[in-house]
């Protein structure tokens, strides 16, 4: 079932595709993750204070990885503009009458 427009929309205002969407939550979540990778690497090798700096930050970063991934795309919009076109001419189907005969020539 198609769904009926009484005017024609403007398209400019709508969201990104989905796969668009599910493209840029991944890549959001993979550096994420490889920050929190490199967290884990410099808790091993780095001491004192930054080494537990770095062990929260490894802890902490998957919660807010998926917060931050999961964001939905945050346009925010009262949705398609209708186009003016009062005052444009509109164009109609011709009519023929079954009286008038198209071959013929009088």
Known sequence: MSQQHEA????T???S???????RREVKYLVSMG????CFVLAV???GPMR????A?????PYFAV?????????QSAGPAQFEDEDLPQITAAVQHPEQDVGSSS
């Open 35 to 38: 920050i929190r990778t490199v």
């Open 8 to 11: 024609p929309v403007s398209i």
């Open 52 to 55: 537990w700096v770095m062990v």
């Open 67 to 75: 917060v931050i991934a999961n964001a939905a795309d945050g346009r």
């Open 57 to 61: 930050g490894a802890f902490f970063l």
């Open 13 to 15: 205002s709508a969201r």
């Open 17 to 23: 595709s989905r796969s668009d969407d599910i493209k």
């Open 45 to 47: 090798v780095l001491s």
